[in-house]
């Protein structure tokens, strides 16, 4: 069902809102600010949504019911309302003092059914004793970005489980960043993580280890490589530099199934593997949570399982 909403007020309701005094108008301030204007498919995209109470009271606010309610609405270019994945409150029962400014951040591409590239407009608001207090429109662009390389693979201890690890680029603000994908069969999607600025001279490497653990070597500024492993629940196990051998580096496949980089110099933490790591989609299945919690129990380093590579038509970079 397509849903329309209008952000556009009638005429009557401007010349309202111009004879209110300017301290009415001016209770609550809210902006809506996204970290770029592109983003790759199923890529996270935190909107940050500020509100300052000028009210001089105490607000308490909740997404669901209440006097005070905050929305957050998502739309595609053209006014299609896009729907939320689930029905939990953006925020419940919050209170702001006055004066306050209180800033909450929302992974958007994770609370709304965002699924094909293409132009989305998202406003935040606040509905307070019958008056609007809506932010200014911010766009973003998603893109499918380019595919160059693709893994098909075996999960351990469950011989019927298959998962898919996809590699892509996107050009933003001039510079090149990988992308790694993570879907099973069913096209459910684990995880998009931006591996980080990718140079294209050596060819980036995957593999999958004995644990089923996914591996990516890819070139990096500088003339470093990074090698970073993920789980195939989508947890990111470590990420490191390295530099190469007379500006090579490779992963190697050991005797035990573990992966290393042997003609490398590991240099320096990349910052990735300090950083906090990237929380997994929600499982959508009860099959899905109970995988993922023993995922995190699972941590290994090396090896093959039921691999084979499905090479993508175009070159590699």
Known sequence: MTINRQWTMGLGTVIGLMALPAWVAAQIAITLTLPAA?????????????????????????????PVRFWLDVERDGGRIIPRRDDAPLVSAVEI???EVRTFGFNVPRLFAMRSQGLYKMRAGVELNGARYVSSESTLEVASGFEFQRLTAGVPGDAQAMRTYILSYLQRDGVENIYLRIEDADKTVYGMFNLG?????????????EAGNVHVLFQTMGMGFVHTAFTPFGVQLFARTYTGTRGRA????????QITVPDGLETAVSPMAVSPTPAPPAATTVEDKV?????KKKVGTGG???????PSPDNKP
């Open 250 to 257: 490779s992963l190697a496949q050991q005797p035990n199934g």
């Open 291 to 295: 995988a993922l919690d023993k995922a």
């Open 97 to 99: 003092m006055p004066g």
């Open 38 to 66: 592109k983003a790759l498919l199923y890529e996270d995209v935190i909107a940050t949504v500020v509100i300052q109470n000028n009210s001089g009271q105490m607000l308490t606010m909740d997404s669901i019911r209440g």
């Open 304 to 310: 093959m399982f039921g691999q084979f590579m499905q």
């Open 197 to 209: 600025r990718v140079v294209r001279v050596r060819p980036t490497e995957i593999k999958v280890d």
